[in-house]
Every structure is written in C-alpha cells, then in structure tokens.
C-alpha cells in the first residue's frame, strides 16, 4: 500500500509537471504566431505608406509635365504670333513700294507729257531717276539681307535655348533614374532583413526543440517504471511539435514569397511607368523638332518671296529702261 501511494503521488507529480509543460509549449505557441501577425501588420503598413509615397511622387511628375507642356504651348503661340506679324508687315512694304512705284510711273507719264521741249533735260532728270532706283534697290536689297541675318540670330538663339532645355530635361531624367535605383536598393535591404528575421525564428525554433528533446530524454531515464505510457505521449508531443515547426515554418516562407511577388509586382509597374514616362518624352522631343523643322521653312519661304521681290523689281526697272530707251529713239 506504501507503494502503491508513492507511486500515486509520483504519477501526480510527473502529471502536474507535464501539464504545466504542456501550458507552457501552448504560451509559447501563441507569442510566436502573435509576433507572426505583428511582422505582418508592420510589413503591411510599410507597404500602404510606400504605395502614398510613390503616388505623391507621380502627381508632382505630371504637375512636372503639365507646367512643361504649358510652357511650350506658350512658346507655339508666340512663335505664330511673330510670323502673323512678320507676314503683315512683308504684305505691307510690298503694297506700299507698289503704290509708290504706280504714283511714279504716273509722275513720268505726266512730266514726259508736258516738257517735249526739254528732252535734254529730262534725259538728265531720267538718269538721275535711274540712279535714284538703284539706289533704292540697293537700300531694299541691304534690308532684306539685314532680315535674313535678322531671322539667322533668332533661329540661333532658338537652337541654343532648345539645346539648354534638352540638358535641364537630362540633368531631370538623371535625377528620376537615381531616385528609382535608391528605392530600388531600399527593397532590396528590406527583403533581405526580413529574411534574416525569418531564418532568426526559424532558428530559435530548432533550438527550443532540441532543449525540449534533451529534457524528455532526461525524465525518459529517470522514469522506468512509466516508460511504455510516457514514451506514448511523448512522441504524440513530439510530433505535435515538428508539425507546429513545420506550420511555422511554411507561413514564414508564405510571407517570404509574398513580399517578393509585392516587390516583383512594384518593379514591373515602375519599369511600365518608366517606358510611358520616355514615349511621352520622346513625343515632346519629336514636337519639338517638328516646330524647329516648320521655323525653318518658314524662313525659307520668306527668303524665297524675298528674292522673288527683288528680282520682280529688278525686271519692272529693266522694262522701264527699255521703254525709255525706245522713246528716246522714237523722239
């Protein structure tokens, strides 16, 4: 009876101690999936404020882009506001010299009329006229070159304010490029830190397991005569815990590969943006070159009518020689 109480009150005591094993396996069991959850949360708020970022940062690019577009807009408007205004004033000179040589030619017509007599004179006034022409063909032609030299300066200083907007809108591509690989560096460091931690747990796992092991071996040595039954329950907790380990285990390789598609996911739709963000560059640049390409023909075209001005005047003055030379024979 005296063993049989002894060996009662050992059973109670290895029982107690097992339970109190038991709710301490259970404790610890929950912090580590309340730290879990902890890591997940954090990892998602991290997320949320990355994402607002990165929209904070697309809407200064497109006020960016729109304040750029405005400005060339401007730019368009004035350019056509200064050929109107140049195209007028080619229109006005070219009606003014053509009323100023009809009031000349009548002026001849009329002197020739009324001095028959004084042929001599008038030959002298003639040559005079004559002279006075060219120098005023002289004049027109001095004029015309000084607005070609004119329209050459202003083509250039276009050019050169085209070639420092194009450096600005480089030095701002090196800038965006830069930040991207900074960010992208950034990911790069987290995901290796959450890595770590994972294996960190993982770790610290094994070797709470393996403390466990130790011990039950121990209390296996010291308990003989409950050998069959302990030895039951602890391999029933043995396997509770490699599949508590391998639970574990597999939910941190979850979130593992969960935060590398997020981040496979962020790189594909920053390289998406990246390609919009050079069409749309390479569409201003190719504007721009068109507005260039129109400047210039249209300066060829006003060097053109130009040269079709002078050489107009130059055949109306060889005509009017003409005639004077065939009424000068005629008288």
């Known amino acids: 009876a005296r063993e049989r109480r002894e060996s009662l009150n050992l059973r ?5 101690r097992i339970r109190d094993n038991e709710h301490e396996m259970k ?17 998602e708020r991290d997320a949320e404020e990355y994402k607002k970022q990165l929209a904070l940062e697309r809407r ?63 030959g002298r006034h ?30 250039e200083e276009y050019e050169k304010q085209l070639a420092r907007e194009r450096r600005e809108s480089l030095n701002l591509r090196n800038a965006e490029g830069r930040r991207i690989r900074d960010n992208e560096h950034e990911m790069k460091r987290n995901d290796m830190n959450k ?35 302990e030895g039951v329950r602890i391999r029933y907790l043995e396997a509770q815990m ?15 590969w969960a935060g590398e598609r997020d981040a496979n996911e962020y790189k594909k739709q920053l390289a998406r943006e990246r390609r919009e963000s050079f069409e749309l560059r390479n ?13 210039k023909a249209n300066e060829w075209q006003k060097e053109h009518e130009s040269y079709e001005l002078k050489w107009a005047s130059e055949r109306d003055a060889e005509e009017y020689e003409k005639q004077l030379a065939r009424e000068r024979r005629e008288s």
């Open 12 to 16: 109670n005591a290895e029982g107690r």
């Open 27 to 43: 404790r610890n069991d929950m912090n580590k999936e309340h730290e879990s959850y902890e890591l997940k949360w954090a990892g």
């Open 60 to 122: 200064e690019s497109l006020a960016l882009r729109n304040a750029e577009g405005v400005r060339i807009r401007y730019l368009e408007a004035q350019m056509k506001a200064n050929d109107f205004h140049n195209e007028h004033e080619s229109y006005e000179l070219k009606w003014a010299g053509e009323r100023d040589a009809n009031e000349y030619k009548k002026q001849l017509a009329r002197e020739r009329r009324e001095s028959f007599e004084l042929r001599n004179a008038e």
């Open 126 to 155: 003639a040559r005079d006229v004559e002279a006075t022409m060219k120098a005023n063909e002289w004049q027109k032609e001095h004029e015309s070159y000084e607005l070609k030299w004119a329209s050459e300066r202003d083509a």
């Open 195 to 229: 890595e770590h931690e994972s294996y960190e747990l993982k770790w610290a796992g094994e070797r709470d397991a393996e403390e466990y092991k130790k011990q039950l071996a121990l209390e296996r040595r010291e308990s003989l005569a409950l050998r069959n039954a």
């Open 242 to 256: 490699k599949a508590n380990d391998f639970h574990n285990e597999h939910e941190s390789y979850e979130l593992k």
């Open 283 to 295: 569409a201003e640049g190719r504007h721009a070159r068109d507005v260039e390409a129109t400047m």
